[in-house]
């Protein structure tokens, strides 16, 4: 059965995605008896020496009045005009997939109600973890789970920064240069660095496992910037590697949602997960831990994930089998106050007395590190003691020179 398609923005990934529809068609029809072919493509530029050059269009017009389209990629990226081209296509019954994390971690609950409202389905599969298959197998393979963690890589850039300085024994400017002259950092690459990208991803990955998209204003932020060589080093000595992780953690009746580095043990699979690839650890109370591993980025990957929406949202068009996943807003009490997110911290202080440290932290486990510095791994403690503490031992004449935190899980 043929189904017509478009994409709209011929980047990197909607150029990887026709690229697959393309070279996969035959396979892909063979496979799911859906004959996929793309009608249109839309983008500001003429592009007259692209293979598609024939299908190119400047007019969302023509995508959203043309009856035979059932299933539109939306590969734009940014907000603004990927919002108004996808509610429009949704609002005249098209199926939309997205590889948009800033569109739908912004507008997801809005645009998948729309497309319920309209009967297609808002997919975005593509948006969180590039190729690797997350958010499906979150809502369809573990809907029989109660999840209670979501613990993941979620950004490439900063992965191959943080396993240059591990192993290559870099600094963070220069595994930062490293990663631009690579082509994984962006020219500003802020939103990497900073764990904006990876805070999108976490509330997309929160929200479809928990079914409320959380703002990422609400989702405490840190990046990689201020991590040291030495902190490196001083995880090094003790097992550790140093990550950046986003998190979503169920804990009780409590909701903690973060975006952070951690010192992650050698003992857990996520600190294996090195250069620019993603790893995704979720537990669920039947099936406990799983991993799920793979590159988070790139035109290939990413259209690999794109094509798994287009070709579910192309099948449902014919038989109306799929549905969208129910996202509502967060509700006020949602995340819970990060003040009471507990864990162990590793704290390296300069100008300071292992007497002092001793008084106002109690029991800590030392940890190796530079000269004149002590660092050390405290107990288990809640933002707000850490913060109390770190508060006295300043007054008493030390300086903070990192604190990183502690993931301990155990399955
Ligand atoms: N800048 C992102 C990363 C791209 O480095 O992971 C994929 O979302």
């Known amino acids: 059965m043929v189904v017509q398609v478009a994409i709209m923005g011929l980047g990197v990934v909607g150029g990887g995605t026709a690229d697959l529809l393309t070279e996969n068609h035959d396979l892909i029809l063979s496979r799911t008896g859906v004959d996929i072919r793309i009608k249109y ?9 692209s293979p598609y050059a024939d299908r190119i269009v400047h007019d969302i017009s023509v995508i959203a009045s043309d009856p035979e389209v059932a299933v539109v990629a939306e590969t734009i990226g940014g907000v603004h ?17 997205s590889s948009n994390k800033q569109l739908v971690s912004e507008y997801g609950v809005e645009l998948l109600s729309v497309a319920e409202k309209a009967g297609c389905v808002y997919l975005y599969e ?19 789970n109660e999840i209670s963690e979501i613990s993941g890589i979620l950004n490439g850039t900063t992965n191959y920064i943080l396993t240059r300085m591990i192993s290559g024994g870099v600094d963070f400017e220069d595994a930062l240069a490293e990663a631009k002259a690579k082509g994984y950092a962006e020219a500003n690459p802020t939103a990497d660095i900073d764990g904006h990208d990876a805070a999108r991803k976490i509330a997309i990955l929160a929200a479809t496992a928990f079914g409320h998209l959380i ?22 000595s003790i097992g550790a590697r140093i990550k950046l992780l986003g998190r979503a953690l169920r804990l009780g009746g409590e909701l903690f949602i973060l975006v952070a580095p951690f010192l992650v043990f050698d003992s857990c699979p996520l600190a294996r997960i090195d250069d620019v690839y ?25 259209a690999s994930a794109v094509a798994a929406d287009l070709i579910s949202a192309a099948s449902s068009a014919l038989t109306g089998a799929l549905t969208n996943p129910v996202w ?30 001793d008084v106002i932290f109690g029991k800590t486990e030392p940890v190796p590190t530079v000269e004149g510095e002590i660092a050390f791994l405290t107990e288990l403690m809640t933002e707000r003691e850490a913060l109390e503490r770190l508060e006295r031992i300043s007054a008493s004449g030390a300086t903070l020179q990192s604190r990183i935190r502690v993931c301990d899980r155990t399955e």
């Open 41 to 49: 493509i839309l983008d500001i530029r003429d592009l007259p020496d």
């Open 81 to 97: 005009p990927a919002y108004e081209f996808t509610r429009r296509l949704l609002e005249a019954g098209k199926s939309v997939v």
């Open 126 to 144: 593509a948006s969180t973890g590039g190729g690797i298959p997350i958010l499906s197998p979150l809502r369809y393979d573990l809907a029989g």
């Open 215 to 236: 703002p990422t204003e609400r989702i405490h932020t840190e990046g990689i910037r201020g991590i040291r060589l030495s902190d490196v080093r001083a995880a090094e």
């Open 278 to 302: 993603n790893g995704v650890l979720v537990h669920g109370n039947y099936v406990g831990d799983l991993l799920f591993y793979g590159r988070g980025a790139g035109a290939k990957a990413t």
């Open 328 to 357: 509502t807003p967060a509700d006020e009490s949602e995340p819970s106050d990060f003040a009471s997110f507990a864990c162990r911290h590793y704290i390296a202080l300069s100008g300071v007395e292992a007497n002092a440290v």
